[in-house]
């Protein structure tokens, strides 16, 4: 079975519904609606599954032109592209069922959005287009924003937030990968930014996304979502991410500055979730 949990790349499925349960908890009290949370992720956990697997279903003689991806499921051959086919499709029947059933009708559009988003339009622009980066942002950020919805059954200003959030943390995140990993995207002849306009263009783009993604978290405390603490913690994070990147690179060393900026987005994304789901409930 380990072949069949590749194709939903679990580590992706955890890190989409993890922020999901944080948007779910933002606007819920200390004892929130169990069958409701748990029917909110185990349905979009089903959807982002099934987008996982039809992404590597699409992808795989891409994958075999990078060394990051050439151990996949697919390229390898332990599952046959007919069985990755019908997985895609059971995950995904079974993940809307869930969410038309039991959280509302603004969660089941959302998550159709996404699901177009990651696997059509992201799925072609990737292999034409400079702005397929953006464009797979949506979908990336649509489950923190899934999770706020299914609770409050509405897209409101708190909705919006989340979304920029989201939208611009991937943008510094995905164009460090870019800069670190730019020979195994230029093997495959992606046309991402950095290979197109250059190392330092994507550098200074990182650096106006990181302030933008510091500007909407602290909007969400200003607006009276969440308190001090929450402000105080993601402005700490935020300005040595953004520390990080304003570090002048030295030639040929570009590698090592994105990596450095990349692992720290990851500490910013672990703790995000965890100062959602409390900031409300703390001063």
């Known amino acids: 079975m380990r072949p069949y949990l590749e194709l939903t790349k ?35 956990t089903l959807v982002i599954a099934s987008a996982c697997a039809a992404n590597n279903y699409f992808d795989r003689e891409l994958d075999n032109r990078m060394a990051r991806t050439r151990q996949r499921a697919l390229p390898q051959q332990a599952v046959t592209p007919h069985s990755a086919a019908w997985l895609t499709i059971i995950l995904a029947t079974a993940g809307f069922v869930v969410l038309a059933l039991w959280v509302n009708v603004l969660v089941v559009l959302l998550g159709a959005i996404a699901y177009i988003d990651y696997v059509v339009l992201y799925g072609w622009s990737k292999r034409h287009s ?13 489950s923190l924003v899934a999770g706020y919805c299914a609770v409050t059954d509405r897209f409101d200003r708190v909705a919006l937030l989340l979304l920029v959030i989201m939208v611009f943390w991937q943008m510094a995140h995905f164009y460090a990968i870019g800069i670190y990993r730019l ?17 330092n263009s994507t ?28 402000l105080i913690a993601l402005l700490g994070l935020s300005l040595n991410w953004l520390r990080l990147a304003l570090q002048p690179w030295r030639p040929k060393k570009e590698a090592t500055w ?12 672990t703790a995000l979730p965890v100062l959602l789901a409390l900031g409300p409930h703390l001063p």
């Open 130 to 142: 400079v702005w397929s980066t953006w464009i797979g942002t949506v979908s990336g950020s649509l």
């Open 258 to 269: 994105a990596r450095a900026v990349f692992v720290n987005s990851l500490l910013v994304i």
């Open 183 to 199: 020979a195994d995207y230029r093997a495959a002849k992606l046309p991402i930014w950095p290979a197109r306009y250059g190392l």
């Open 10 to 44: 679990p580590e992706r499925t955890f890190a989409n519904v993890f922020t999901a349960a944080a948007g779910f908890l933002l606007v819920t009290p200390w004892w929130p609606n169990w069958t409701l949370l748990l029917a909110t992720l185990g349905g979009i």
């Open 203 to 230: 550098r200074w783009q990182i650096i106006s996304f990181i302030i933008i993604f510091a500007l909407a978290t602290a909007a969400l405390s200003l607006i009276g979502q969440t308190g001090i603490i929450f």
